[in-house]
């Protein structure tokens, strides 16, 4: 196989920057977009990406086992992928004029159009980062590379979309998928481990629970991807009626991710000196210190929430490049339990990323099917001021209890010698 250098890195991670494209509208700008411009009630949307999140999730697995039957062909995946990504996501943010039955039905539909193809090629791609290399010293630096590229991308979306709106994003997203599949055509293929096909049974899907340090992993993930999740969802509400800078959200989002990816060499470094559980402990403590004044915040206030951005933003980067490193050392450690050489990776990438990616979805989905549908409870409604003080709490609140949770967990798991 090839070195690992930046050249073969950027190849294999560039692909990184047209699925965050994708990424980001889905999951910032999708709940404001059919609320405002389609009338759709937020209820309405919440219970629509519940449903279509737990229908993706539970399609993941499967797409992991099926990845894993290829024996190392993720370009084979992700080329299927492609055209999935670009009917949906264009058929979701340019839908024809309907009345609101056949509007939420176009969006629901467009939706699990996006979410197959999006999962394909993601659950793929990981899986090609985590059989480069089982190697400590290497996986952060394939992982950082990727997630860079992705912060990249979420960056170049959310301007693209400010200056150009949603026309402007679709040319933009297509030009991006067009040069990342060529290069990805051109990046180091893994060498990975030879072994039969995996028969599919729920056993053999539900086989990385078997693995003690995947189950702590995974519980980590869980509550610390529903609170990262929740602003997520909210932050276009928080910003437009909370603090009524509507006009800046664009730029916001840009603070917040280019201090995420400037941030990447620090966690890479502060991983390889304290090890990634430790570092990414840190960061979860250091983003609910930040993030917990949002909750004060009032009208106009932009440079105390410019500054919440970047600082929270800072510690975005661990939770991007160090979990995913993690898990990719708990894969290498599962193979050389079972007689593989040091270094090596265990063979079931996919089949680990697949119901990776099927928690990723659950933390989505619970994020968007409880926080919209609680809100409108408590009488919230977009471009109007009641119910802010409620949004306020769901939005900067309720993350950093349940991030210090999750810091919690992450401290007390298995996780130090992977």
């Not at 980001?24 to 609320?35: G, W």
């Not at 402007?168 to 055509?185: I, P, Q």
């Not at 990447?264 to 502060?270: K, R």
């Not at 009641?386 to 992450?410: E, F, I, R, S």
Request: proline share 6%.
């Amino acid at each position: 196989m090839k070195p690992l250098g930046l050249p073969n890195l950027l190849c294999y991670g560039f692909f990184g920057l047209p699925l965050a494209m994708v990424a980001l509208p889905i999951y910032v700008y999708l709940p404001q977009f059919y609320a405002e411009r389609a009338g759709l009630p937020l209820a309405s949307i919440g219970v629509a990406l519940l449903v279509a999140r737990i229908a993706a999730a539970f399609i993941d697995p499967l797409l992991g086992w099926w990845i894993e039957r290829g024996r190392g062909a993720y370009v084979r995946y992700i080329a299927l992928a492609l055209p999935l990504l670009l009917a949906g996501f264009l058929g979701l943010f340019h839908p024809p004029a309907m009345a609101g039955g056949a509007t939420l039905a176009w969006f629901g539909a467009t939706l699990m159009l996006v979410y197959f193809g999006f999962s394909l090629a993601t659950i793929a791609h990981q899986s090609w980062g985590a059989a480069l290399t089982g190697a400590q010293s290497d996986r952060a630096r394939v992982t950082g590379v990727r997630e860079a590229c992705g912060l990249a991308g979420v960056v170049l979306a959310a301007a693209v979309t400010t200056l150009a709106g949603y026309d402007g994003l679709s040319l933009a997203f297509c030009a991006a998928l067009a040069v990342g599949a060529a290069l990805l055509a051109k990046a180091v293929r893994p060498a990975t481990a030879v072994q039969r096909a995996p028969v599919l049974h729920w056993r053999a899907l539900a086989a990385p629970f078997a693995e003690p340090r995947f189950r702590a992993l995974f519980a980590v993930l869980l509550v610390n991807g529903v609170a990262s999740a929740i602003p997520a969802t909210l932050f276009l509400f928080f910003a437009g009626d909370r603090l009524r800078l509507a006009p800046l959200s664009g730029m916001f989002l840009i603070l917040y991710f280019c201090a995420a990816a400037l941030s990447m060499p620090l966690w890479i470094a502060l991983a390889r000196r304290f090890g990634e559980a430790r570092a990414w402990a840190g960061a979860m403590l250091a983003s609910s210190l930040v993030f917990v004044w949002a909750f004060g915040l009032g009208p106009g206030a932009a440079l105390p929430f410019g500054a919440i951005c970047i600082l929270s933003g800072l510690a975005l980067g661990a939770d991007l490049a160090l979990p995913p490193a993690l898990l990719a050392g708990v894969i290498a450690r599962n193979g050389q339990g079972s007689g593989q050489r040091s270094g090596q990776t265990g063979g079931r990438e996919a089949a680990y990323f697949g119901v990776w990616n099927w928690g990723v979805q659950m933390t989505l989905a619970l994020a968007a099917g409880i926080a919209l549908p609680l809100l409108g409870w408590f009488g919230y409604v977009p471009g109007q001021q009641a119910g802010t003080g409620a949004l306020a709490g769901a939005y900067a609140l309720l993350p950093c209890a349940m991030k210090l949770v999750a810091a919690a967990m992450l401290w007390r798991a298995p996780l130090r010698d992977c």
